[in-house]
């Protein structure tokens, strides 16, 4: 299958330990975020989203923060497992368009 | 339903050959995207559909770039005269609003040569 994730910054982490990954949008009128997740040889999948009126939501295992002032979104993942080993995108939205960032590749060691 | 299919998976064409892809949403989804995705960046938004409406179009998407959603159901993605920059996987989506969940289908990977 493809391989996505060459190139991309990479995050290694110890599988049990918490992750943090980082993103910085461009638009400051953006006012719906998404986390996607995507494994190679695959569509992107949903992780979580969050509307520009919150700064903090949580999911499953998995949180995302929202600071507008610097524009930045973050995602955290708690007690990381080998399946969450990935390519993690933020996508943001306005004027009914949607942009996502380069990613960061997620490793996670056994 | 079974998510978000695509056809083909893979495609090779030779440079100034027109392709054709095909997206089938999830049923009960009115809005369709497509994006495309180079090696190792994220994807980038193409052109948008709700029924059958083309609302927004990127300006990535040049005039040998042509998207239809004929009855709101299936949209297919036309590329003409190909050229070896259109080399890319072409990824559809299709969600229930546009401030909601995005369900990506697998992609049609795109090879010019």
């Known amino acids: 299958g493809e391989s996505v994730g060459l190139h991309l910054p990479t995050l290694s982490v110890q599988e049990g330990d918490n992750s943090i990954i980082n993103c910085a949008y461009s638009?400051?009128?953006?006012?719906?975020f998404i986390w996607y997740k995507q494994e190679s040889g695959k569509g992107p999948q949903f992780i979580i989203d969050?509307?520009?009126?919150?700064d903090k939501r949580q999911g499953q295992r998995v949180t995302v923060l929202l600071n507008k002032t610097v524009k930045h979104l973050s995602l955290q993942i708690a007690a990381t497992q080998p399946g969450d080993s990935a390519v993690y995108f933020c996508?943001?939205?306005?004027?009914?368009?949607?942009?996502f960032g380069s990613g960061t590749k997620l490793n996670v060691k056994p | 339903d079974t998510g978000v299919s695509q056809d083909p998976r893979h495609k090779i064409t030779k440079r100034g050959q027109n392709v054709t892809f095909r997206c089938d949403p999830i049923?009960?989804?009115?809005?369709l995207y497509w994006y495309r995705q180079t090696l190792g960046q994220g994807p980038e938004f193409l052109t948008y559909?709700?029924?059958?409406?083309?609302?927004?179009k990127s300006r990535l998407l040049s005039d040998r770039f042509s998207a239809e959603r004929p009855k709101g159901s299936f949209s297919t993605l036309e590329i003409q005269r190909t050229e070896q920059g259109d080399s890319a996987m072409y990824l559809c989506a299709s969600s229930l609003s546009l401030r909601g969940e995005q369900y990506f289908g697998p992609g049609t990977r795109l090879t010019v040569t």
């Open positions: 996508a943001e939205t306005y004027f009914n368009k949607f942009y």
């Open positions: 559909f709700q029924n059958e409406a083309q609302l927004e």
């Open positions: 638009n400051s009128a953006s006012d719906y």
């Open positions: 049923s009960e989804h009115n809005r």
């Open positions: 969050i509307r520009s009126n919150m």
